[in-house]
């Protein structure tokens, strides 16, 4: 199961991810001829985590529960640092050289995490599984403070530019230390992927999202846009949640990164689940979370990441990068937030 930087708790992913994005008033008009007459609100589990569409007056010929099923799955079979047998294991087990295994899907994936990482001057790392697992996070665990030398030792095993992308199609590996981590866009993808499916199949009014992280199209059934709820910080994973602001969307993708309800602690000192990979250390700076919003999700996601990893000024910068794209976000301030958004923004909140 891809797990997104994950902490200690049983449920991975979303459900104890940084900010919560809460789906608001699921009602959609539909497409198509012949139609179910309500709205279809499904669900499941994938990649450690869960996924929700709402689809409004779908095609009746179409099983959208399998469809969106398999879409995801599809993602997890090829980009799980959890399964031994996906396509991303197999490349980190292998030796230096170049490496056949990569399909087309995954590829593309890696592409776009390759694109952030250099945009991002390496703040985003698609290598930085080391330094995941070392402090605790993802498939291998601990629980002890990880000494100086063994950072720099992880540091040395990791090098996003190491991984280099051949005209035929397959990837070169130069080091056999190098291990590829895709958990910071995959799931964005994974949306993506699944929203393709569902357009496919004859649907063009839903919302997809998968541990978070959504996409939306067309409008709600009064033609108004889907609203969509972000969560205030609570620092409990047991606190209720409490929305910080409603935003409006139509045809755009959304995601949220931040480490208030994602964190373990480590030497009883509270450690980030986002970790720098320039300096090897968990982020300590006030930014929240930020939710990025933009075409698709694959990149709304990785934004995400490496805009928390940056800050808030060097991630407006990031932003200039990926025209289209814009972002909210909450800030630390003592014992209260304040909040800062990119220009653009502002259209899509709901006063």
Not at 13 to 41: D, R
Request: charged share 20%.
């Amino acid at each position: 199961m891809i797990q997104l930087h994950t902490s200690t708790a049983p449920v991975k992913l979303a459900s104890l991810a940084a900010v919560f994005l809460l789906v608001l008033m699921l009602s959609a008009v539909g497409c198509g001829t012949q139609t179910q007459p309500e709205a279809q609100k499904l669900e499941g589990r994938t990649m450690g985590t869960s996924w929700h569409a709402t689809l409004v007056h779908a095609p009746n010929n179409v099983d959208f529960q399998q469809l969106i099923q398999d879409a995801v799955e599809q993602v997890d079979r090829r980009m799980s640092t959890y399964r031994e047998d996906s396509e991303l294991s197999r490349f980190n087990r292998a030796g230096a050289g170049e490496f056949a295994g990569l399909t087309a899907m995954t590829m593309k994936v890696l592409v776009g995490a390759l694109h952030i990482a250099k945009c991002s001057d390496g703040a985003f790392d698609p290598t930085i599984l080391p330094l995941v697992e070392g402090w605790g996070f993802g498939a291998k665990q601990g629980s002890e403070q990880p000494s100086a030398a063994q950072i720099e030792q992880w540091k040395t095993e990791m090098g996003w530019q190491q991984v280099l992308l051949k005209e035929n199609g397959t990837v070169h590996k130069s080091k056999a230390t190098l291990r590829i981590d895709l958990s910071a866009n995959a799931k964005g993808f994974g949306v993506d992927h699944a929203a393709a499916a569902i357009e496919n199949a004859g649907c063009t009014n839903f919302l997809i999202e998968v541990g978070g992280e959504l996409r939306s199209a067309g409008t709600k059934a009064d033609g108004s846009a889907w609203r969509i709820g972000i969560d205030r910080p609570v620092p409990s994973v047991l606190a209720a949640h409490q929305l910080q602001q409603v935003i409006q969307i139509s045809d755009w993708s959304v995601a949220t990164s931040g480490d208030y309800r994602n964190y373990r602690e480590v030497d009883g000192k509270r450690v980030s689940h986002l970790i720098d990979p320039r300096s090897g250390y968990p982020i300590s700076h006030n930014l929240v979370s930020v939710t990025v919003v933009a075409g698709d999700c694959m990149t709304a996601d990785g934004l995400a990441t490496a805009i928390s990893i940056l800050g808030v000024d060097e991630g407006l910068k990031l932003l200039l990068q990926f025209p289209g794209s814009h972002a909210y976000f909450i800030l630390r301030d003592g014992d209260t937030f304040t909040v800062r958004e990119s220009e653009g923004f502002a259209p899509f909140k709901v006063e």
